[in-house]
């Protein structure tokens, strides 16, 4: 049986009158200057309540979405009929209904494609895309109705313009009058001062790279948003196709866009990790099996970063504390100290730089992987292009990062415009843009990756902005930078050589549920979003001195390192001090976690007057005893900073300690 359109509007009405009465009130009595009004609905909500209303919706929403709109303006009558005070003025012209697809059927694959799986059969029904926005259009005027008058008859109608044909406007051939008699007349009148006109936006969003497989090229759509979806930024709408441009001796095709109806940014959601209870359960069972060698079990975990490199210990330490980061730190005056930490492989050919790059990826739950010179025209912070004569901005690879993890092959054949521009978003984390009239500000909250290698021999004896090309301020903003150099070594070869041959193994690959020997990969990416989540750290008053301390030892001893012992250092330090206190599963910052950090600056640096293996983590390796080698390197360290004035004794803080 079929349904007229006005039976339809009063299904809906019922409908918002039941579930939203509270949502109309709110827009009526709104005193925001807005033309244009969302009014969101779950569409899980509207299946419950009406299926076939909502299946309607579902098959034919450029149709019935306007039908819902009418629903939306009427129903505010209703709502206030009673109320006192109110007149026709408190009406909301322009309500729009915004259609929430979560929870509902819609979220199957059927109608939640990629969007390289976008095809015919998606055309003019509600579907759902995702994606990362890699270009956004400056906010423009359309023209979205328009009403003429019959010459014959005087009757009133409205004309909507085509999307599909570039906005054109298309007058019926005959008068849609639907009286007793029909009218049939060809001539109509525009009415001055009848144009409606809507705020226009276009973006483009992309698939993301992480749900591709190996050499899929990911593919991106173009979206349209219309009044209260402008300048925000999931998109889920109508998929409809608009002519491309009327060239000469070219062929005029299709290009499919979504008109939206609904816009969700994930990006601030939490992440999609899902973590259950008995998850957490093994966590802290782990450390309590460990609290009496815990440096024991940090190193258990420390096995499952990148498995099928061996050794190379002092590397995934600051590859996991590089991921966990520090704590975010806002001062009275609203200048914030960033919490992400920064890493930087300075490695010969073959000693597994890439190899980590990739693991750390896998790791974060938002990642992208370049390469200095490899990457689009936007390279790795952001271009302006020219797309239909329009500049847009697109995105490059610390911007798509926003959130998550950069991973930047060979740093030194970054784009001079490139080199400009990193400092500021890997500081300030933050992109300041003046091109081509665009002038903005984007979000650069990404921990960057980076590796390289060398510039010819290596070089002990030279800085590191030699070596390397890098330069020293550029240089300065990463908090760990180790050197991976292939000396010969035969006994190290030995034993490198005999795990290779052990990984040929068929048993090696099979995963294992106990903890204590090597952590799997999704339980790393709980257990780091975990942590990361959960714990806050705060620096204890040892933990401080220590820091302290070795910040003036360092600044008193300053030669070749001066550019990078700056305060910059200092942060450092107690970036990777929070980090380490994550790792153990703590809420603060001890001395333990102090000098763990002091280790890994101390790791950056080619010389140093505090440890002895400094200047190649390439050949740094686990020790069966973790904890008494800390005792060691504790002893010592504690005897270098007892020159500092500022530095109580050491047999005094380890009383002070125990107690």
Known sequence: MEISDSELVESFKHFLLRYHCEDIRSIVLSQDPMLHYPLHIDFAELTQDNPPLSHLLFSQPTHFLPLFDKAAYLVQKDV???????????VKEFVHVRINISGSPLEFPETF???GRVRVKHRGILLTLKGTVIRSGSVKMIEGERKYMCRKCKFRFDVHPELESGNAIRLPSACPSKGARSCEGTSFEFIEGSIVCHDYQEIKIQESTQVLGVGSIPRSITVVLKDDLV??????GVLTAKWSSDLKDVRCDLDPILVANHVRRTNELKSEIDIPDDVVKKFKQFWTEFRDTPLKGRNAILRGICPQVFGLFTVKLAVSLTLIGGVQHVDASGTKVRGESHLLLV???????????????????????TTGLGSTAAGLTVTAVKDGGEWMLEAGALVLADGG???????????????????????QQTISIAK??????LSTRTVVFGATNPKGQYDPSQPLSVNTTLSGPLLSRFDIVLVLLDTKNPEWDAIVSSHILAEQEPDRGKSDDDLTNIWPLPMLRRYIHFVKRHFKPVLTKDAERVISSYYQLQRRSATENAARTTVRMLESLIRLAQAHARLMFRNEVTRLDAIAAILCIESSMTTSA?????????????TENPDQEYARQEKLILEKLKSIDEFPDITSMEESICR
């Open 436 to 441: 081509a009239g665009l002038v903005t500000t």
């Open 405 to 427: 993890l950069c991973c930047i092959d060979e740093v030194d054949s970054m784009r001079e415009h490139d080199r400009a521009t990193i400092h500021e978003a890997m500081e």
């Open 231 to 236: 300048d925000l930024v999931k998109a889920g």
């Open 113 to 115: 494609p990629s969007i």
């Open 347 to 369: 490695g010969d050919p073959g000693t597994g730089k890439s190899q980590f790059l990739k693991f750390a990826a896998k790791l974060s739950n938002r990642s992208v992987i």
């Open 610 to 622: 505090i440890v002895d293996t400094a200047g190649n983590a390439l050949h740094s390796n686990f």
């Open 80 to 90: 206030f009929v009673d109320l006192k005070g109110w007149d026709d003025a408190s």
